[in-house]
Structure formats: structure tokens, C-alpha cells
């Protein structure tokens, strides 16, 4: 099936300091991804949807200044955690939807702590 | 809003045997799509078998099987011959057919016993 990675996997950076975290379809196209926050031994909850070339689409509640988001080819977004603090501790997982199936697949998900 | 629904945290079944989860969703959408996904414990999520709404054909794959139940609204996972690699966490997620943002429910925590 299609592959979508996440990259790191596991990143540990201070208080305060900014985080990015990639998700790539490695072979093929997607026009949408979606990111979620899953907190431990909890469900996924929905963050963004992604769309290729336009401003993403955030979830009630999901702050927009803190948690940015781009999706700047068919290939590529980035979740970028800005002045991160510990209660954005949590593990983050993209999925990518297929361009031309419209199958969904998921990244392994990254895990961020913050000291 | 669609609201998906796991009733059991947890549950445990003997190897070789069968197992059944259940989940309940909400929905005012005639056609959308229904999905069992797993989450063992390196945290990938892991398709296992996914329905379409349209279809009253229950879906298969190999030792796992749903009951879809549209007028209910429920949508329960069948693992037969249950091994030790069905261990994980088992999200039930549904999706609306022109818009593929996923809700999952809150999942069910299984545990195969030797």
C-alpha cells in the first residue's frame, strides 16, 4: 500500500522553543492531509485538514497561531508547534489522502515532549 | 456533527477463540464510509477492514469481519481465531463520502491470552 512518513519521530525540545513536524506521501499525491493529536491511551482527535496550496482548516477549540500548518506541494505538510509548552506534550499523527483513489493513509506519528 | 461510539474500554479473549467489538455512530448522511482501524503498540494505525455505507453486503478480510447494521446504526468487528498479534487498540472511524476528514471513536483495548 501507499507509504506516508513522519519526520521525527520523536522530538524533545524546551519550553518555549518552536517544533516542525513533516508528513510526506512518498508515492503519491495528496491534494488533502489531515493531522491529529492523540493524548495517552485516548482516541484521535481531529487538528486540521491540510489542503495543498490553501490556508488549512482548523477544528473548533485547535489554536491557529500555535499549531501551524502548510501544505506546500502534493507531497508535503508540515505541523509547526510554536512556543511549545509541556501540555503540547502529546503524540501527533498526519494522514494523507490519495489524489486520485481518495484512500486515506497514516504516518507512524511523531511523539513530542516538551521540558 | 457525526459521533462515533465504543462502548468497551477493554476486553480480553482467549487465543483461537472469537471476539466480537461493537460500535454505534451518528449520522444524518445516507452514504458515507465506516472503518476498523488498529493500533498496536508501535502507535502505526492499521486499516482492517472498511465498509461502504451503500453496500449491504457485510465486508470480509480473512479472519475479520463486520455486522453493519445501517437502520441501527451499528457496526461491530468480528476477529475470529483470535492470535497474540491481534493484541492492540482497535479505533472504529467513520467518514462522510465527499469529505474525508475521519472521526474515530474513543477505541477498545484488546488483549489476546495465551
Known amino acids: 500500500g501507499a507509504v506516508v512518513s513522519q519526520h521525527p519521530s520523536r522530538v524533545i525540545c524546551k519550553s518555549g522553543t518552536s517544533v516542525k513536524i513533516e508528513c510526506r506521501s512518498l508515492?503519491?499525491?495528496?491534494?488533502?492531509m489531515f493531522w491529529y493529536r492523540q493524548f495517552p491511551k485516548q482516541s484521535l482527535m481531529l487538528m486540521a485538514t491540510?489542503?495543498?496550496?490553501?490556508?488549512?482548516?482548523?477544528e473548533q477549540g485547535v489554536e491557529k497561531d500555535k499549531f501551524l500548518i502548510n501544505h506546500a506541494s502534493l507531497t508535503l505538510s508540515t505541523l509547526t508547534v510554536t512556543s511549545a509548552h509541556p501540555e503540547d506534550s502529546s503524540f501527533y499523527i498526519c494522514s494523507a489522502r490519495q489524489y486520485n483513489t481518495g484512500e486515506l493513509f497514516f504516518g507512524e506519528g511523531s511523539r513530542l515532549t516538551v521540558l | 456533527a457525526q459521533t462515533v461510539t465504543q462502548s468497551q474500554p477493554e476486553m480480553s479473549v482467549q487465543e483461537a477463540e472469537t471476539v466480537t467489538l461493537s460500535c454505534t455512530y451518528d449520522t444524518s448522511e445516507s452514504n458515507y464510509y465506516l472503518f476498523w482501524y488498529k493500533q498496536p503498540p508501535s502507535r502505526q494505525m492499521i486499516l482492517v477492514i472498511r465498509q461502504e455505507a451503500y453496500k449491504q453486503q457485510n465486508a470480509t478480510e480473512n479472519r475479520f469481519s463486520v455486522n453493519f447494521q445501517k437502520a441501527a446504526k451499528s457496526f461491530s468487528l468480528k476477529i475470529s481465531d483470535s492470535q497474540l498479534g491481534d493484541t492492540a487498540m482497535y479505533f472504529c472511524a467513520f467518514m462522510k463520502l465527499n469529505n474525508n476528514d475521519m472521526r474515530f471513536g474513543a477505541g477498545t483495548r484488546l488483549t489476546v491470552k495465551p
Open positions: 491540510s489542503n495543498e496550496g490553501s490556508k488549512a482548516t482548523y
Open positions: 508515492d503519491f499525491q495528496a491534494t488533502t
